[in-house]
């Protein structure tokens, strides 16, 4: 089995900030591109920013200059960190993972349970 859990989601101010963070962990060979999505009431998934193997990063329009994806292949981690947040940044956060499993490296579109972000006031 993999498993992805999210952390660090929680209530802060708009402009300010707050870091969320992903573990993998299971029967992963190895991981390709890691993202992170999210949904906010009443919306679709929408992709937020993503990261590939190699340290390429693509973002949403939305967050450019202001959240910053980073990886550790070594720990299978990934981590946004979110700043200048606005209103409208308040969602569930979802992370997603490419993984190759082991022993038979079987590709699984990996997803953790979601963390939720709220930015109010």
């Known amino acids: 089995q993999v498993q992805l859990v999210e952390s660090g989601g929680g209530l802060v101010q708009p402009g300010g900030s707050l870091r969320v963070s992903c573990a993998a962990s299971?029967?992963?060979?190895?991981?390709?591109?890691m993202a992170w999505y999210r949904q906010a009431p009443g919306k679709e998934r929408e992709l937020v920013a993503a990261?590939?193997?190699?340290?390429?990063?693509n973002y949403a329009d939305s967050v450019k200059g202001r959240f910053t994806i980073s990886r550790d292949n070594a720990k299978r981690t990934t981590d946004l960190q979110m700043n200048s947040l606005k209103a409208e940044d308040t969602a569930v956060y979802y992370c997603?993972?490419?993984?190759?499993?082991?022993?038979?490296?079987?590709?699984?579109?990996?997803w953790g349970q979601g963390t939720l972000v709220t930015v109010s006031s």
């Open positions: 299971g029967r992963i060979l190895t991981i390709n591109r």
């Open positions: 990261i590939s193997s190699v340290g390429n990063t």
């Open positions: 997603n993972a490419e993984v190759y499993r082991s022993p038979d490296y079987f590709y699984l579109d990996a």
